[in-house]
């Protein structure tokens, strides 16, 4: 596994021997994102009140006291929070049991955490698959570890204040620790927290996806990266046919839909009427038994198409629109959760779809974001969705991307049927049409 490292700073890790952190301090900084984890919110802090760890839980594998939240070890020197979903997690159950003799307290996903980093170190990173945040304290070593999943879908930020390292899933959780936002107005136009580590708060930093942050012996920050993408050289022929390129990404499709249909409570899906949503609900519904699948989405209206699918697949739907009364009713709510800037009022229909999704008794989700505002309904006691959102990104959906691609003949597959005029052409109105919007 590769390591990359760099120091940021010395002495600034924690506090001081005198300011010991307040178990309230810790409490109002859950319920500044309780929304995030209704279930059951812990706290633990060190002896020396130097360390505390928080979470709000939402359960959605390992119900029950046993997945509950800081964990421990079982000598009681290392622990751990866990915020999102690890993929997988029972062939690492039954790996670290048969090698190891491990002992895990519960059926959390999140656990296999503690039973990792017990055995490889730091190094157990590179076996984590899923959507993760996770901040770790090992008292022997005097060490805490804060990691990012690969592609940054759970969030995590960090900062420094009055000599304290904060690390949180959500910047508001630092409020009640002293820290207090500044814009930062520099990364704000030059979009550095869209790009980069930066946010649009000054000191505030974001760990960045497939990095880790190390804090030693209350002294040393560092960062590194545990994991990067590994592209093919784009001057490589590639040999496969069309054919065996299709197989193969619908194979990869129908594994990543299967790992995260895994969970202890129903499953369901937001749609829309785009091709990433709808292949994601066929999908699932393969995968699924007939009738456990609940679908919805958010943005623009595509709900014909969105019903047409969801009545070819056989399952409920329902709809619901969002009008200028209705985006600008949950406006300054949207904000609030999401802290940073967007292009467009598609995150207000998200917002409203989650709390619709909320409401329904709804935890997790798997769509092929983006779509129009519909929500799902069957069965009522669905948890667990399913969401593809990111696909624009991962297979060029959008205008911006296709210009990129456009650029430079494509080397890797000379035999296509783009001429080498309609590639300039096509390149010429992909940047027209692109200009007013980047």
Not at 234 to 250: L, W
Not at 316 to 340: C, S
Request: charged share 25%.
């Amino acid at each position: 596994m590769k390591f990359k490292k760099r120091k940021l700073t010395n002495g600034a890790s924690s506090q001081d021997d005198t300011s010991v952190l307040r178990e309230d301090q810790l409490d109002r900084s859950l319920d500044a994102i309780r929304h995030r984890g209704p279930d059951s919110p812990g706290t633990w802090i060190s002896p020396d009140g130097r360390v505390g760890l928080g979470s709000c839980r939402l359960e959605i594998n390992g119900l029950g006291p046993g997945g509950r939240q800081p964990f421990s070890s079982n000598d009681g020197t290392i622990h751990a929070v866990v915020n999102g979903e690890l993929y997988e997690h029972q062939r690492i159950r039954d790996d670290m049991i048969k090698r190891f003799g491990y002992r895990f307290k519960g059926g959390s996903d999140s656990e296999i955490v503690m039973a990792l980093y017990e055995h490889y170190g730091m190094s157990f990173l590179s076996q984590l698959r899923g959507e993760y945040a996770l901040c770790l304290y090992d008292a022997k070593k005097q060490i805490l570890l804060a990691a990012r999943d690969r592609s940054g879908i759970k969030p995590l930020f960090w900062t420094v204040h009055d000599g304290r390292l904060l690390l949180a899933s959500e910047a508001k959780a630092l409020l009640p620790f002293g820290w207090r936002p500044r814009w930062d107005v520099r990364s704000i136009i030059d979009k550095g927290w869209l790009t980069e580590e930066r946010t649009i708060f000054k000191g505030l930093r974001k760990v960045r996806p497939g990095y880790y942050l190390t804090c030693l012996s209350f002294d040393h920050i560092a960062d590194g990266q545990y994991w990067d993408h590994d592209y093919s050289q784009k001057h490589a022929v590639e040999t496969r046919t069309e054919e065996e390129m299709i197989e193969g990404v619908r194979s990869k499709m129908l594994d990543a839909v299967r790992v995260r249909l895994q969970a202890d409570v129903p499953v369901g899906i937001h749609l829309s009427g785009g091709i990433d949503s709808a292949v994601i609900a066929g999908m699932a519904k393969h995968l699924l038994d007939k009738g456990e699948v609940k679908l919805g989405s958010s943005g623009f209206d595509e709900s014909v198409i969105a019903q047409n699918t969801a009545d070819f697949l056989g399952v409920d739907f329902q709809k619901t629109h969002m009008d200028e009364a209705a985006l600008a009713a949950d406006f300054e709510e949207a904000v609030w959760f999401d802290e940073q800037p967007h292009f467009d009022l598609g995150f207000i229909g998200k917002h409203a779809l989650s709390k619709l999704t909320r409401d329904s008794g709804i935890k997790t989700v798997i769509s092929g974001w983006f779509g129009s505002s519909h929500a799902l309904t069957r069965p009522a006691s669905l948890t667990n969705i399913a969401t593809g959102q990111g696909s624009d990104e991962i297979f060029g959906g959008y205008d911006v991307y296709l210009q990129d691609y456009l650029r430079e003949p494509d080397h890797a597959w000379p035999n296509n049927d783009l001429s080498e005029p309609k590639r300039l052409q096509k390149l010429q109105e992909c940047e027209i049409k692109t200009a007013d919007g980047f």
